[in-house]
T-cell receptor, first 112, second 111 residues
Framework: KAGVTQTPRYLIKTRGQQVTLSCSPI?????VSWYQQTPGQGLQFLFE???????NKGNFPGRFSGRQFSNSRSEMNVSTLELGDSALYLC???????????FGPGTRLTVL | QKEVEQDPGPLSVPEGAIVSLNCTYS??????FMWYRQYSRKGPELLMY????GNKEDGRFTAQVDKSSKYISLFIRDSQPSDSATYLC???????????FGKGNQVVVIP
């Protein structure tokens, strides 16, 4: 069974630009969560989607948004990038709304 | 007070030693407890998942949960150089997929 895939794996952007990251969950998984990982703050929860609906949202500004499609694939978008947005963005999927979560390899975003 | 506290200090042990890691948490409403292993430049990999107090064993790994003390532990027996990684504790509330993570412990197993 294929694992969680994320594209692209690496991105370099400049301040003020916007970026879209993609996540394909494990087949049959309906929940997709996004996390930001930085050396200083560790892993922080961004938001979770289940059956195309946002169920939970972390404490991040409105520049961070996401969506989920009918095939459970998810995208997250960051607008007006700031230097502090440089991080590893991780996506995790689970079968149900309360279940073991499996992570993808992440997208490493660098903002210059 | 952070939801989940994990002393992020690195840990170096000789091959074959027992590795002991722990986390404390402040919110007694946490119901599910996990340990993830993360190799450099990779995503976290789920090692252990438990929802009750007590011990859960899987091969060389033992996860321990003490809800009364709000304390969880991970023990790695007969540690191997391939166990060198960062270990993250995580927990969630009932009915909620939001994971709260500790800062992680970098473990180095020296051959």
């Amino acid at each position: 069974k294929a694992g969680v895939t994320q594209t692209p794996r690496y991105l370099i952007k400049t301040r003020g630009q916007q970026v879209t990251l993609s996540c394909s969950p494990i087949s049959g998984h309906r929940s997709v969560s996004w996390y930001q990982q930085t050396p200083g703050q560790g892993l922080q929860f961004l938001f979770e989607y289940f059956s195309e609906t946002q169920r939970n949202k972390g404490n991040f500004p409105g520049r961070f948004s996401g969506r989920q499609f009918s095939n459970s694939r998810s995208e997250m978008n960051v607008s007006t990038l700031e230097l502090g947005d440089s991080a590893l963005y991780l996506c995790a999927s689970s079968r149900t709304a309360v279940d073991e979560q499996f992570f993808g390899p992440g997208t490493r975003l660098t903002v210059l | 007070q952070k939801e989940v506290e994990q002393d992020p200090g690195p840990l170096s042990v000789p091959e074959g030693a027992i590795v002991s890691l722990n986390c404390t948490y402040s919110n007694s409403a946490f119901q599910y407890f996990m340990w993830y292993r993360q190799y450099s430049r990779k995503g976290p990999e789920l090692l252990m998942y438990t929802y009750s107090s007590g011990n859960k064993e899987d091969g060389r790994f033992t996860a321990q949960v003490d809800k009364s003390s709000k304390y969880i532990s991970l023990f790695i027996r007969d540690s191997q150089p391939s166990d060198s990684a960062t270990y993250l504790c995580a927990m969630s509330f009932y009915g909620n997929n939001r994971l709260a993570f500790g800062k992680g412990n970098q473990v180095v197993v020296i051959p």
